[in-house]
């Protein structure tokens, strides 16, 4: 299975909503992604866990909360979000962030919309 | 922000001619790594090259690197109609000590449209 699942395909919240974002990986990779894409713009990244531990975090607003349970999974949790905030949420996966020179595995995305 | 500058922004061609796409970053790289993306979908790997790598071939691309000029090529050639996406180089910083972190940085991306 090579393959980066993410649910739901589409999301439409209120900003004083609680949702979240799922994504799966069944590659036996120990690194996961998530990015934030606008319309027309490039993915910028948000977040990197390595080895189910936060390693980066991009300075994003607290108001999006990532979750790693464990090495096949990664959450997104949404609170309090502002419309500036809709966007396609993507979801990535790697064999190890830290061993250098390896693809990232992309999921289809969320289309998040903010009301 | 991002470093990668990608040129032309758009680039429209007929099927059976070649695409060439640039792209220009700023800091020292790992590796420099091309993907397509379809109708603001998720992303496709096409090809990694490594900083140490000068030129490197995958079916009908070609990518080159010239880490003097900070500078990378992907060649599509004999483009399909099927290869209408928007692509986007993402490079791989080098930290002290040679480490890298996974943290890509895209450009600003090229929409290829290829007329059949």
């Known amino acids: 299975d090579t393959e980066v699942t993410q649910t739901p395909k589409h999301l439409v919240m209120g900003m004083t909503n609680k949702k979240s974002l799922k994504c799966e990986q069944h590659?036996?990779?120990?690194?996961m992604y998530w990015y934030k894409q606008k319309a027309k713009k490039p993915p910028e990244l948000m977040f990197v866990y390595s080895y189910e531990k936060l390693s980066i975090n991009e300075s994003v607003p607290s108001r999006f909360s990532p979750e790693c349970p464990n090495s096949s999974l990664l959450n997104l949790h949404l609170h309090a979000l502002q419309p500036e905030d809709s966007a396609l949420y993507l979801c990535a996966s790697s064999q190890d962030s830290l061993a250098g020179d390896t693809e990232q595995f992309f999921g289809p995305g969320t289309r998040l919309t903010v009301l | 922000s991002q470093q990668g500058e990608e040129d032309p922004q758009a680039l429209s061609i007929q099927e059976g001619e070649n695409a060439t796409m640039n792209c220009s970053y700023k800091?020292?790289?790992?590796?420099l790594q091309w993907y397509r993306q379809n109708s603001g979908r998720g992303l496709v790997h096409l090809i990694l090259i490594r900083s140490n790598e000068r030129e490197k071939h995958s079916g009908r691309l070609r990518v080159t690197l010239d880490t003097s000029k900070k500078s990378s090529s992907l060649l599509i050639t004999a483009s399909r109609a099927a290869d209408t996406a928007s692509y986007f180089c993402a490079t791989d910083a080098r930290y002290a000590g040679g480490t890298s972190y996974g943290k890509l940085t895209f450009g600003q991306g090229t929409i290829l449209t290829v007329h059949p």
């Open positions: 800091t020292s790289i790992n590796n």
């Open positions: 590659m036996g990779h120990r690194a």
